[in-house]
């Protein structure tokens, strides 16, 4: 059955599809009918819209969710700077290197919390001008403060959970994380972590501009890879607390401020939420691809959602060679984020699963490879087959960057040069994935010296014992 075999069971109810417009109401009749701001809206919530695109977005990709809640988002406390944290942790400054890096699996500290506890390790752009990317480590020991929620302005998160489980409390409602799945958090959207079962690991992606969204699948046809109905929204779920003092901290520009409000932040009775995509064929004249005076972007194929959302790693379905070659691992994406060029993606996320290689006369490994796009990975679980031995370990990293040559080690070239190509089924156990993205990627302080995790024999580990193979004619 292709889903993955959790350790710790499901708790929460979820709606299911991607590309949907959904709805929910933890309270039967609190979601107003036909209307989204009646001037009174049911039970006395109050109605708050939360907007993800602009409100003059093309339709198909216009975001907006409306909330009915108890107190709105704005009655806090101006917000201050938030001074009990590293200033390393999320620190700007990009060191743009053209080596290759491997890190070591990252510590766990069990003395911080989910706040406290994300590092910054490479990126590009600048959340201001919503343009680029952050990729992101965390590892915590212990729940978020008491009464203490969070929310990013700088761009949605991609995290993928390694180690631990994580118990996340959104306003939209309740999701529960477990390694081998993913979960999306729109910018804006507060949430609370929690940890059940102990310290946790893991890897984040927080895209600054635009959304993830599927990829298209072009002849492939209608289904495989990620298919929408195996993404999970959490239900409504609300709490009733207008007398106690939270904390709301806010990720802004890379920094942290906090402010005070005298009620709990998860108090979304009902709401409903936009994501919806039209037939763009007929929305565009042939001639000149141009719709209402806009040029066709990537994002004009795309689903957009702006709620929280997750996936279970073990639900995708490969695509790959049936008689030779080793095809593109583009065909392993789960989710991208595309760019304003057709094709060549801001980010996207690709995962590596247990599979079939059945390719007659084929190096059935990745090949060796120089990119104009930059490659990060990371490993929740196994190995992966283009590396032997213990060097790439779960809870650790590689980067190569924009033209860094790359592929498979020396012993993985030795083996799979002269093995036996019988059917062979790799990765059981494994997961292993990557942060692809069209830009160059700078690793912060922290990522090259103060994590202590750089691996400086890389390069000799893996590439330096290569002998060459060619033999002229005589």
């Given at each position: 059955?292709?889903?993955?075999?959790?350790?710790?069971?499901?708790?929460?109810?979820?709606?299911?599809?991607?590309?949907?417009?959904?709805?929910?109401?933890?309270?039967?009749?609190?979601?107003?009918?036909?209307a989204?701001?009646?001037?009174?809206?049911?039970?006395?919530?109050?109605?708050e819209?939360?907007?993800?695109?602009?409100?003059?977005?093309?339709?198909?990709?216009?975001?907006?969710?409306?909330?009915?809640?108890?107190?709105?988002?704005?009655?806090?406390?101006?917000f201050?700077?938030?001074?009990?944290?590293?200033?390393?942790?999320?620190?700007?400054?990009?060191?743009?290197?053209?080596?290759?890096?491997?890190?070591?699996?990252?510590?766990?500290?069990?003395?911080?919390?989910?706040?406290?506890?994300?590092?910054?390790?490479?990126?590009?752009?600048?959340?201001?001008?919503?343009?680029?990317?952050?990729?992101?480590?965390?590892?915590?020991?212990?729940?978020?403060?008491?009464?203490?929620?969070?929310?990013?302005?700088?761009?949605?998160?991609?995290?993928?959970?390694?180690?631990?489980?994580?118990?996340?409390?959104?306003?939209?409602?309740?999701?529960?994380?477990?390694?081998?799945?993913?979960v999306?958090?729109?910018?804006?959207?507060?949430?609370?972590?929690?940890?059940?079962?102990?310290?946790?690991?893991?890897?984040?992606?927080?895209?600054?501009?635009?959304?993830?969204?599927?990829?298209?699948?072009?002849?492939?046809?209608?289904?495989?890879?990620?298919?929408?109905?195996?993404f999970?929204?959490?239900?409504?779920?609300?709490d009733?607390?207008?007398?106690?003092?939270?904390?709301?901290?806010?990720?802004?520009?890379?920094?942290l401020?906090?402010?005070?409000?005298?009620?709990?932040?998860f108090?979304?009775?009902?709401?409903?939420?936009?994501?919806?995509?039209?037939?763009?064929?007929?929305?565009?004249?042939?001639?000149?691809?141009?719709?209402?005076?806009?040029?066709r972007?990537?994002?004009?194929?795309?689903?957009?959602?702006?709620?929280?959302?997750?996936?279970?790693?073990?639900?995708?379905?490969?695509?790959?060679?049936?008689?030779?070659?080793?095809?593109?691992?583009?065909?392993?994406?789960?989710?991208?984020?595309?760019?304003?060029?057709?094709?060549?993606?801001?980010?996207?996320?690709?995962?590596?699963?247990?599979?079939?290689?059945?390719?007659?006369?084929t190096?059935?490994?990745?090949?060796?490879?120089?990119?104009?796009?930059?490659?990060?990975?990371?490993?929740?679980?196994?190995?992966?087959?283009?590396?032997?031995?213990a060097?790439?370990?779960?809870?650790?990293?590689?980067?190569?960057?924009?033209?860094?040559?790359?592929?498979?080690?020396?012993?993985?070239?030795?083996?799979?040069?002269?093995?036996?190509?019988?059917?062979?089924?790799?990765?059981?156990?494994?997961?292993?994935?990557?942060?692809?993205?069209?830009?160059?990627?700078?690793?912060?302080?922290?990522?090259?010296?103060?994590?202590?995790?750089?691996?400086?024999?890389?390069?000799?580990?893996?590439?330096?014992?290569?002998?060459?193979?060619?033999?002229?004619?005589?």
């Amino acid at each position: 059955m292709p889903v993955t075999d959790f350790k710790t069971p499901e708790k929460y109810t979820y709606l299911n599809g991607h590309g949907s417009y959904h709805e929910s109401e933890a309270i039967k009749g609190a979601l107003p009918v036909g209307a989204n701001s009646p001037q009174k809206p049911p039970y006395g919530l109050y109605a708050e819209k939360l907007s993800g695109t602009a409100f003059t977005a093309p339709r198909h990709e216009n975001l907006q969710t409306w909330l009915y809640r108890v107190l709105p988002s704005a009655s806090h406390s101006p917000f201050e700077p938030f001074m009990d944290y590293s200033s390393e942790q999320l620190q700007s400054v990009l060191n743009h290197i053209p080596n290759q890096f491997r890190w070591d699996p990252f510590d766990t500290d069990a003395s911080v919390d989910w706040v406290r506890g994300i590092k910054h390790l490479a990126g590009a752009g600048d959340p201001t001008a919503k343009r680029g990317l952050g990729i992101y480590l965390f590892a915590a020991g212990r729940d978020m403060d008491s009464n203490t929620a969070m929310y990013s302005s700088d761009g949605e998160m991609l995290i993928v959970a390694q180690q631990g489980v994580l118990d996340i409390q959104t306003e939209i409602g309740k999701l529960l994380i477990r390694p081998n799945e993913i979960v999306i958090i729109p910018r804006g959207i507060k949430y609370r972590v929690t940890l059940p079962e102990g310290p946790v690991r893991g890897y984040i992606l927080e895209l600054y501009q635009g959304h993830f969204v599927l990829p298209e699948l072009g002849p492939i046809g209608s289904n495989c890879l990620a298919n929408p109905r195996d993404f999970q929204v959490p239900c409504a779920s609300f709490d009733m607390d207008t007398n106690t003092t939270w904390s709301i901290v806010n990720k802004y520009n890379g920094q942290l401020f906090i402010a005070k409000q005298n009620h709990t932040p998860f108090d979304v009775v009902a709401w409903h939420g936009r994501c919806k995509s039209f037939e763009h064929r007929d929305q565009f004249q042939d001639d000149d691809h141009v719709v209402r005076g806009l040029r066709r972007t990537a994002a004009d194929f795309c689903i957009y959602q702006d709620y929280p959302y997750k996936y279970d790693l073990g639900r995708f379905s490969v695509i790959g060679s049936t008689s030779f070659d080793h095809p593109d691992p583009s065909i392993y994406t789960v989710l991208t984020g595309p760019s304003d060029h057709p094709g060549t993606a801001v980010a996207d996320f690709v995962v590596f699963p247990p599979r079939w290689l059945v390719q007659e006369d084929t190096f059935r490994p990745p090949w060796y490879h120089r990119n104009t796009m930059s490659e990060f990975m990371g490993l929740v679980s196994g190995d992966y087959d283009a590396k032997s031995g213990a060097g790439f370990r779960p809870g650790g990293a590689s980067l190569h960057n924009v033209m860094a040559a790359h592929g498979p080690d020396t012993g993985t070239f030795e083996k799979a040069s002269n093995m036996e190509l019988k059917p062979q089924k790799i990765g059981v156990g494994s997961m292993a994935f990557m942060f692809e993205s069209s830009l160059m990627l700078g690793v912060t302080e922290w990522g090259l010296n103060t994590c202590q995790k750089v691996q400086g024999s890389y390069n000799k580990d893996s590439w330096l014992d290569l002998q060459p193979q060619f033999k002229p004619p005589v």
